[in-house]
T-cell receptor, first 114, second 109 residues
Framework: NAGVTQTPKFRVLKTGQSMTLLCAQDMNHEYMYWYRQDPGMGLRLIHYSVGEGTTAKGEVPDGYNVSRLKKQNFLLGLESAAPSQTSVYFC?????????????FGPGTRLLVL | GQNIDQPTEMTATEGAIVQINCTYQTSGFNGLFWYQQHAGEAPTFLSYNVLDGLEEKGRFSSFLSRSKGYSYLLLKELQMKDSASYLCAVVDSNYQLIWGAGTKLIIKP
């Protein structure tokens, strides 16, 4: 099992460009999450999904959109990238118990917005 | 507001014992996680406490006191590979996971 995978691993964008980050999990997990991690700060939840076809906003959703068309995939989109979105993005998944369940993280995507 | 406090950085010696503290002020409590994160890698699960007391898992132990809003992670027989950041996270009354900023642990030979 691959667990949770993320593509791409690293990307450089110019301000105003758009991109999509892909997360895939092969553990049949119901819940999926997108976080950003910045130096000196805890993981911050951007959006999450409690099942196929559902999405919800997290703590810092502005500037991002998500889709969960298939249970195993969770896409994070940046429509118009800004330097403030330079960060490391982690996708995670968990079983249907939600926050009290262990989260399994992907390897991360390092995004630099110039 | 909700807050989780951890020391930013700690240094310990190979073979020694280190205790990493986490204090929290959250709206309710439904459990506390510890994750380990090596530099440039993803966080990985270490422990989950929902009841008071100490839970031991090999060289790692985690303690919880709900009345004091306090937890610690105890690492024994430190190895160089234990150099990592340790993240404390609390599940609040709305079943949201609140993350601390993490403690960077440096192990010296």
């Amino acid at each position: 099992n691959a667990g949770v995978t993320q593509t791409p691993k690293f990307r450089v964008l110019k301000t105003g460009q758009s991109m999509t980050l892909l997360c895939a999990q092969d553990m049949n997990h119901e819940y999926m999450y997108w976080y950003r991690q910045d130096p000196g700060m805890g993981l911050r939840l951007i959006h999450y999904s409690v099942g196929e076809g559902t999405t919800a906003k997290g703590e810092v959703p502005d500037g991002y959109n998500v889709s969960r068309l298939k249970k195993q995939n969770f896409l994070l989109g940046l429509e118009s990238a800004a330097p403030s979105q330079t960060s490391v993005y982690f996708c995670a998944s968990s079983r249907s118990g939600g926050a009290v369940e262990t989260q399994y993280f992907g390897p991360g995507t390092r995004l630099l917005v110039l | 507001g909700q807050n989780i406090d951890q020391p930013t950085e700690m240094t310990a010696t190979e073979g020694a014992i280190v205790q990493i503290n986490c204090t929290y002020q959250t709206s309710g409590f439904n459990g506390l996680f510890w994750y380990q994160q090596h530099a440039g890698e993803a966080p990985t699960f270490l422990s989950y406490n929902v009841l008071d007391g100490l839970e031991e898992k090999g060289r790692f132990s985690s303690f919880l006191s709900r009345s004091k809003g306090y937890s610690y992670l105890l690492l024994k027989e430190l190895q160089m590979k234990d150099s990592a950041s340790y993240l404390c996270a609390v599940v609040d009354s709305n079943y949201q996971l609140i993350w601390g900023a993490g403690t960077k642990l440096i192990i010296k030979p």
